[in-house]
């Protein structure tokens, strides 16, 4: 494992937990995780679960005995990370946004695509897919169960920058992080979207602010907090990304993906409306879906709450009898089985490269329409 902020606990609980739930076909061995501060790495590697830790990603790829590589530094790192993983014959999974850049992106894919010609697989971390109640809806909806769909809401808030005083985290800048709410939120909601509705964005008009922009220097601290230096930078990405999208069988889609949406921590909501009925999901109520049903007798019709713990629902029968939850970090053990099931099964894992390149075409073109008065734009033109 490459990086080891926030997302490298949530990858290493999903590597130790899932040999240990699922009947995987091959073993699991927590190899070595990689990080620029030796003694930091060690710490994390050691109370993680990792035999060893190392301060050179190359040496880790070019060791024979390293099977897959899992990357979670910032986006700005991962194309390189990930082609030479991939060229050396590994197989990758990389969190998302893909890259910062639809170019990066775009040598991503062909890298993935040459590599899966040899057997090797990739598969990006748009880990909210595999939560049992965002499976059970993508597969609703692919039953007919809303009909034609109409329209789409998706929403993703936290507030972590509400506070001034938060420091000029690597997420602030646009060299590590690409884009700011837009890329790191707003990129589980286009995913989100593409893959519970199977139809891809192919146009949108967006906004983007930034409110708070200038931020004490980050004196330590990694994921949500951090603790302030001396002095100020400038904050180069959005705090706020609010767009409409037109996907491909005409319905519109509106998203909002903010850090300043005061008392919201980590609220992402979507709701799928179609002329048969509607379908909801809330994460902060993840194992729950609200399914309204058009054909129920209008006097009995009313939203009702499907309670996604059931053995028959996706991932669930491996865990705990009908009724007993699941959490976040549940979707990161799902996204490890699915990848070691893939690599011994020889096919590829969704979410692919090509569609963490879909989704950045998106965030793209929602960057060129705010620079351009919210303009629609299309998905296709070339990037930037
Ligand atoms: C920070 O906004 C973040 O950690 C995202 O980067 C993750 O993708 C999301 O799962 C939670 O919030």
Known sequence: MIGHGFMGAAHSVGWRQAPRVFDLPDDVEMAVVVGRDADAVARDAAHWGWAESATDWRDVVARDDIDIVDIVTPGGSHAEIAIAALEAGKHVLCEKPLANSVEDA????????????????????????????????????????????????????????VDPAMPLAWRLQKEHAGSGALGDIGAHLIDMTRFVTGQSIDAVSGTLDTIIARRPLQGSGSGLSGVAAEGFGEVTVDDVAIFTGRLAEG????????????????????????????????????????????????????????LVTEPSHPYVSAWWPAGHTLGYEHGFVHQAKDLVEAVVAG??????????????????AVERSAERDSAWTSVGEPAR
Do not use: C
């Open 106 to 161: 775009e040598a991503m894919t062909d890298a993935a695509a040459r590599a899966s010609a040899r057997g090797v697989r990739a598969l990006v971390g748009f880990t909210y897919r595999r939560l049992p109640a965002v499976t059970l809806l993508r597969d609703l909806i692919a039953e007919g169960r809303v009909g034609r769909v109409q329209q789409v809401r998706a929403a993703y808030r936290q507030d972590w920058l």
């Open 251 to 306: 319905a519109l889609a509106s998203f909002e993906a903010t850090r300043f949406a005061t008392g919201r921590k980590n609220a992402l909501t979507i709701e799928v409306s179609g002329d048969a009925g509607a379908l909801a999901f809330d994460l902060e109520r993840l194992n729950e879906l609200q399914y309204f049903d058009r054909s129920a007798p209008e006097g009995v019709q009313g939203f009702t709450t499907i």
């Open 347 to 364: 096919t590829d894992p969704h979410p692919s490269f090509a569609d963490g390149l879909a989704v950045q075409r998106v965030l793209d």
